[in-house]
């Protein structure tokens, strides 16, 4: 009984002692492959934020063409959007319809990870971690992912610096600490779920939603809202991804704000959304596990 306690003490401990000032401070020192170094926080990039934006618009069409079926409501009300997609809807359609006259199979939709390949040519998943006693990883599961890719978004609640975030942080190893001290809680479960699904309904815009809400379960809408998952890397796991922070500007399309994983908590103050994007920082083939540093430490 005493050792199972222990055990379930120490796990407890091992997902809270990243967030643990004093241990993170005694720690930095001897744990520099973890770290990663950058000038200031505005130069904490590793690709820009025209080449994110890209990347996500890019994505994003492919799935709101993928479901363009469902989108009825969106197009009822805003039919200048049929219009501005018709040429991709019809490039699209006529792909499907080549495959399925050659594999002489009716005609289905492809799975959001299948767009995601189709898209930028991998996919991902979750999984069980490599590391022992990780408990869930991320793997690219199909294709290849060069270097200065965005790979994963982190998904949750974003609070800024005075927002209150106790009661949701108590036992909780997903909350990610930006440079400028916003925090994004990736929690999919408990209280932070709730809060997540309350802020979306009250953002929600007649038909349009504001964010995803499908990372809260099992059948992702985007498949790319996996990054609260992607494990830390020890000195036997090397980094091969990196956080970065991204505003979403506010010209971003309406119609793919339902594929964002992220939703600020209070709008007292108005500013754009925050979202963390995961870059790769080496090439990564078939069956690799994602790491990512420990910390951003701004010289």
């Known amino acids: ?106 005609q289905r939709l492809f799975s959001p990870e299948e767009v995601l390949f189709n898209t930028l040519g991998f996919s991902i998943t979750r999984d069980r971690s490599s590391l022992v006693s990780a408990g869930t990883g991320v793997f690219v599961t199909k294709g290849f992912v060069p270097k200065g890719t965005v790979v994963s978004m982190y998904p949750g609640t974003v609070y800024r610096k005075y927002e209150p975030i106790f009661f949701q942080s108590l036992g909780n190893p997903f909350i990610f600490r930006c440079i400028d001290g916003v925090l994004i809680d990736g929690n999919d479960k408990g209280l932070s779920r709730a809060v997540y699904r309350s802020c979306s309904r009250r953002d929600q815009l007649g038909p349009f939603q504001m964010s995803d809400v499908s990372w809260l379960t099992a059948a992702l809408q985007n498949p790319l809202a996996v990054g609260q998952y992607v494990n830390n890397c020890s000195h036997d796991k090397a980094a091969n991804v990196c956080y970065q922070e991204f505003d979403v500007p506010g010209s971003f399309p309406v119609e793919l704000k339902q594929y964002l994983p992220n939703i600020v908590y209070s709008h007292a103050i108005q500013s754009h959304l925050r979202c963390v994007v995961l870059v790769t920082l080496r090439d990564i083939k078939q069956g690799e596990e994602l790491f990512s540093n420990y910390f951003t430490v701004v010289k």
């Open 1 to 106: 009984m005493l050792r199972a306690l222990l055990r379930a003490l120490r796990r407890r401990w091992d997902s809270y002692k990243y967030r643990f000032v004093p241990w993170v401070a005694l720690n930095l020192r001897r744990k520099r492959r973890t770290i990663r170094y950058v000038p200031e926080s505005s130069q904490d990039k590793i690709i820009t934020d025209e080449d994110v934006f890209a990347t996500l618009l890019k994505v994003f069409k492919a799935l709101f063409i993928n479901d363009f079926s469902r989108q009825t409501h969106i197009l009822a009300i805003l039919p200048e959007i049929k219009c501005k997609y018709l040429e991709l809807l019809l490039t699209v359609e006529l792909e499907r319809s080549t495959v399925n006259s050659c594999n002489h199979q009716s």
